[in-house]
């Protein structure tokens, strides 16, 4: 199993950023996904969660009206759509495979909201 983000970068406060999880080695479509954030010297969070269809989404209060999780299941790949960034959304952005047992986390990419 492989996951994969790319698509983290520096930005200014207001600005967006498209962030893609690219995976391999299992069915894809059968699983639901989710992003998740950790800023230094604070606890991982979830900040997003989609189903394996991509009909039912569900977005921490930090985050809602600002960012759209979605999913291609063609190309096994879920997207995190980040618009209106503030300096507090700042953290490394991982993806996570629901898959049974303890599931598979991307390496991670950095997302910096700075003036």
């Known amino acids: 199993v492989q996951v994969v983000e790319s698509g983290g970068g520096l930005v200014q406060p207001g600005g967006s950023l498209r962030l893609s999880c690219a995976t391999s080695?299992?069915?894809?479509?059968?699983?639901?996904m989710s992003w998740h954030r950790q800023a230094p010297g604070k606890e991982r969070e979830m900040v997003a969660h989609?189903?394996?269809?991509?009909?039912?989404?569900m977005y921490a209060d930090s985050v809602k009206g600002r960012f759209t999780i979605s999913r291609d299941n063609r190309k096994n790949t879920v997207y995190l759509q980040m618009n209106n960034l503030k300096p507090e959304d700042t953290a490394v952005y991982y993806c996570?495979?629901?898959?049974?047992?303890?599931?598979?986390w991307g390496q991670g990419t950095q997302v910096t909201v700075s003036s």
């Open positions: 996570f495979a629901r898959l049974p047992g303890p599931g598979y």
């Open positions: 080695g299992f069915t894809f479509s059968n699983y639901a």
């Open positions: 989609i189903i394996n269809t991509g009909s039912k989404t």
